[in-house]
């Protein structure tokens, strides 16, 4: 590939929009970049199952022709943009990244899609992931394993796993993902990128093919956080299609892209800092926080006491929501059909069996479990009370401070192959991220060093509901500050 090439894809969108407008690059160059990008890395790495090459270079030439005919265009007019599988695009194909869904072409778009489409960006392909969303290092995609643009040999994290990694490579300068228990969040701090999750009801989830529908959420990948808000302005706002989506005016969130932390109060919860945290992640986050103390942040330890059952809660309501939600794929309607069967009960079955994979039958069946008669006030009814007093917790901790930090991940990215032997393990690796779904707060996670093996360490921050604009600027005073502002370089 042209070095050239290279370095446009290496440019924020921010960086890119600019150089856009004074005609410096044209859409179409920028565009062509990635499509060589992606055919040179994506079979080393795995990040997308579809490519829409033809699509993206008209949408391009659209784009210039815009501009050519000085149009007034929005700020991500003409970027190039990956979409995880799980977001409904019109006559491209959605998997999921599931032989359930292989011939399965929505006939429609979904909101977010149809936010970039009028932002007139353009869109590169179809992001891998986790098998319908249910992962923490990707390697439940039937169609094949993401790998860590880091390391080959570890994994990206997941569900949005193709997503971070497309970032991180340089194969998609930002991508939309999915957050239903930290899948934006782990696979940004594993690839040393930029993930939001944001407020439930925030950004519309209609199109959005359901996992755990009251945990879900879409939110985007970046490189930076100026970028993060530049997307938020396009997919954040009220959509009637969707009926949690909630009805408030919001913010232009690059208005809070400002250095200055003086005076915000943020807290470190003690439960985040105990056994299983590894001790380089522990280091890099308590240097984050004297980091924010020295610019004029207000330190400030506190306790959320039921963090310890937010694991068990989440896998109890999410894969109860999961069974409900996966019971439409039956071989009738549309998705995977048996080819032999005797009857219709036999249909049912051998598609299923024949269609999921391994995790999402797990998940299936724990949470039909939890559903039945005799068991639904044992687990489900209690974990439904358990995640009250999780977000009690957060209540509580916002009336002393503006923000909280702590850990993304407990650890950076593992071996492909390392946790798959042991299920419960993996869930465990998600202890830090699942309660802000469970309480449907907004959090970002950010770079904040490496660890002695080259890996990248995210730190997470967590906000008050609908506060993303608070998150923004302390996520980028710490990176207008350490000038750690996503990857560089992840030796490719």
């Not at 879409?218 to 989506?245: F, K, W, Y």
């Not at 048996?338 to 299923?352: G, M, N, V």
């Not at 309660?435 to 950010?446: P, T």
Request: hydrophobic share 40%.
């Amino acid at each position: 590939m042209e070095g050239s090439f290279l370095e446009l894809t290496k440019l924020t969108a921010l960086m890119a929009a600019e150089k856009i407008r004074k005609r410096e690059i044209s859409v179409i160059e920028l565009t062509n970049a990635y499509l060589a990008r992606i055919d040179e890395l994506n079979g080393a790495i795995g990040a997308y199952i579809t490519v829409c090459a033809e699509q993206a270079l008209r949408q391009a030439e659209s784009v210039q022709k815009k501009l050519d005919g000085r149009e007034n265009i929005l700020p991500l007019a003409g970027i190039p943009a990956g979409i995880k599988d799980n977001i409904c695009t019109r006559d491209v194909k959605t998997t999921c990244a599931s032989k359930m869904l292989d011939n399965f072409f929505p006939p429609y778009d979904a909101a977010v899609i149809e936010k970039l489409s009028e932002s007139n960006v353009v869109i590169l392909g179809k992001l891998n992931m986790d098998e319908f969303a249910m992962g923490s290092s990707n390697e439940n995609s039937w169609y094949m394993p993401v790998k860590n643009p880091w390391d080959h040999e570890r994994v990206p994290g997941g569900s949005s796993g193709g997503a971070a990694a497309a970032v991180a490579s340089h194969m998609s300068c930002f991508a939309l993902g999915s957050d239903t228990g930290g899948s934006i969040r782990q696979p940004a701090s594993f690839c040393g990128v930029v993930g939001l999750k944001p407020t439930y009801g925030a950004v519309s989830r209609f199109g959005l093919i359901a996992f755990a529908s009251s945990l879900d959420q879409i939110g985007p990948i970046t490189r930076d956080v100026a970028d993060c808000a530049l997307v938020m302005n396009v997919i954040a706002g009220h959509d009637p299609l969707d009926s949690t989506s909630v009805d408030i005016e919001y913010p232009d969130y690059t208005t809070f892209l400002k250095n200055d932390v003086k005076g915000l109060k943020i807290g470190l919860p003690k439960e985040y800092f105990g056994s299983g945290l590894h001790e380089e992640v522990k280091a890099k986050i308590l240097d984050a926080a004297k980091a924010y103390e020295s610019y004029g942040a207000i330190i400030e330890e506190i306790s959320l006491p039921f963090t310890e059952y937010a694991i068990p809660a989440y896998y109890i309501i999410s894969s109860a929501e999961a069974s409900s939600n996966l019971a439409r794929y039956d071989g009738i309607k549309y998705g995977y059909r048996a080819k032999e069967y005797s009857d219709i009960i036999d249909l049912y079955k051998k598609t299923r069996s024949e269609g999921f994979g391994t995790e999402v039958k797990r998940r299936i069946m724990l949470g039909t479990y939890a559903l039945s008669s005799g068991y639904y006030d044992a687990y489900y009814k209690k974990a439904l009370k358990v995640r009250r007093l999780i977000f009690e917790d957060f209540q509580k901790a916002y009336q002393k401070v503006d923000v909280i930090l702590g850990p993304t991940s407990p650890v950076t990215a593992f071996k492909i192959g390392e946790k798959t032997a042991n299920p419960l393990e993996m869930y465990l690796s998600d202890v830090y991220t699942v309660s802000v779904n469970i309480a449907g707060l907004c959090a970002i996670s950010l770079p904040c060093g490496f660890d002695s093996k080259g890996l990248p360490v995210g730190m997470q921050l967590i906000g008050k509901p609908f506060d993303e604009g608070t998150l923004i600027r302390a996520a980028y005073t710490y990176e207008s500050n350490t000038g750690k502002s996503g990857v560089t370089n992840c030796g490719i």
